[in-house]
């Protein structure tokens, strides 16, 4: 059974700094593209960042120069560093794991930034 648990939300100010984390288990995790995504009130979910088993990654438009996604194969975790923080950050993340056809998403961690 997949499950992929984010952790590391929380309440930031602008121009601060989270670091979230992602653990998956019950795949090979070495063998997935991992991604994370966001999801604002009223908003449909977004592409934030991927990282490849190679450790390809992309970004979206509105987080490039100031998130960075990486992975730890042997800890099976994936990471978003998430600096320069902006109020339109704010959203559910959600960790994604997908190899093939199979795409597994785990619970959302809330991110707040607000003075």
């Known amino acids: 059974q997949v499950q992929l648990v984010e952790s590391g939300g929380g309440l930031v100010q602008p121009g601060g700094s989270l670091r979230l984390s992602c653990a998956a288990s019950g795949i090979i995790f070495s063998l997935y593209t991992m991604g994370w995504y966001r999801q604002a009130p009223g908003q449909q979910r977004d592409l934030v960042a991927t990282i490849t088993s190679g450790g390809n990654t992309r970004y979206a438009d509105s987080v490039k120069g100031r998130f960075s996604i990486s992975r730890d194969n042997a800890k099976n975790t994936v990471y978003l560093q998430m600096n320069d923080m902006k109020p339109e950050d704010t959203a559910i993340y959600y960790c994604?794991?997908?190899?093939?056809?199979?795409?597994?998403w785990g619970q959302g961690t809330q991110v707040f930034v607000s003075s």
């Open positions: 994604n794991a997908r190899w093939t056809s199979q795409s597994d």
